[in-house]
């Protein structure tokens, strides 16, 4: 999975968080968001990041992959079938 990810100015950087399966929903969610590091002044520049994030499973691939990301402009989630 990739995608482009805005994650505000120049005090946040993105944070991935491990995958996790559901075997019993046979689903894989992958969490990307944002961490302030605590600066007080920051450019007034937006950043947006780019990832790719590649998961292997013995067997079959899960049937639905969910990528959840809490970035500068809320939450968004997208939602694909195998």
Known sequence: M???FPIG???YTSQIEEPEYDAD???LTVR???EHDGRDTCEDVFNTTSYR???EFEG???GTVVA???GAY???ETRKEL
Request: hydrophobic share 25%.
């Open 60 to 62: 079959s691939p899960p």
């Open 53 to 55: 994030i590649v998961v």
């Open 32 to 34: 990307i968001g944002r």
């Open 2 to 4: 990739s995608g482009v």
């Open 9 to 11: 100015n120049s005090c």
């Open 25 to 27: 929903t046979d689903e």
């Open 74 to 76: 809320g939450r968004e």
């Open 68 to 70: 959840i990301e809490n």
